[in-house]
């Protein structure tokens, strides 16, 4: 008596519904994918469990992927740096191991901030960013700031009444980038905006900070306050990885191998 084959082919191509259901239930990638992932199930003779598992991994890592990208693009960078375009060979004096422990992100487990210091032009945004991305994909909200950009949004704040809510959406991040503070002086209001911003940070959400000047040349930069500056830096750097980079300018090296190519005929 021959046997009869119960084995049930995996592709599910039965209801003319489930397109609309998936989409209701906002599944766009099970969408996309259940006909071409049934048909391999079939092929290898997968379970139903296994059909299902297979499409729920894809969904969850396509979100994941989606969210990445989101918190990137919220972050606001000004542009998209990675570690392994750094050259650390060019800044030998720069602690490697360092830099490499700061982007697995630990330092925001307990508001930990960074200061980067050193001269224009020697990497130091780029390797703000290239942390700062990696926390993205870790799950962290993340924000860019230049130190001008971020005083002249809390003075339109102050002019539209919307401090509070300007202050209660950066306390909703984990990660603050700060870059080119001391790179132009302040006059008195916007000084003491970047002091109330610290204020905010400080134990709350971690700080990344790039920097020309050292910590005794920072009163200059906030309206020639010492009183003021150095509040600010005994809150900064309560818990603080301070990065010394020393080195020719990155950007003028780039821009003199550059020029100096050989043209392409």
Not at 5 to 19: E, F, G
Request: aromatic content about 6%; proline content about 5%.
């Amino acid at each position: 008596m021959p046997v009869k084959n119960t084995t049930t082919s995996m592709t599910p191509a039965s209801s003319p519904l489930l397109p609309e259901r998936l989409r209701n239930l906002k599944l766009p990638t099970i969408l996309r994918d259940y006909s071409k992932i049934g048909e391999e199930c079939s092929k290898d003779n997968a379970t139903y469990e296994g059909y299902l598992d297979q499409l729920c991994q894809c969904e969850l890592l396509a979100r994941e992927s989606n969210a990445v990208r989101r918190r990137i693009s919220d972050a606001r960078f000004p542009s998209l740096k990675e570690l392994a375009d750094f050259r650390f060979t060019e800044i030998p004096k720069l602690n490697k191991s360092k830099v490499i422990e700061l982007s697995k992100g630990d330092f925001l487990k307990n508001q930990t901030n960074v200061v980067m210091v050193g001269a224009p032009g020697i990497g130091k945004t780029h390797l703000a960013i290239a942390i700062a991305m990696n926390a993205c994909r870790a799950g962290s909200r993340v924000r860019f700031f230049t130190a001008s950009e971020l005083v002249n949004t809390y003075l339109e704040a102050r002019e539209e009444r919307t401090i509070l809510r300007l202050e209660a959406s950066l306390k909703r991040l984990q990660l603050i980038v700060v870059d080119e503070l001391g790179y132009l002086p302040l006059d008195r209001r916007g000084a003491e905006h970047l002091f109330g911003f610290f204020s905010l940070c400080y134990e709350q959400v971690s700080l990344i900070v790039t920097t020309n000047l050292p910590f005794a040349q920072w009163p200059q930069t906030l309206a020639g306050d010492e009183r003021m500056t150095g509040a600010l830096l005994d809150r900064l750097t309560h818990r603080v990885e301070i990065l010394a980079i020393e080195g020719e300018s990155y950007r003028l090296r780039q821009s003199l191998e550059a020029k100096n190519a050989p043209k392409k005929v």
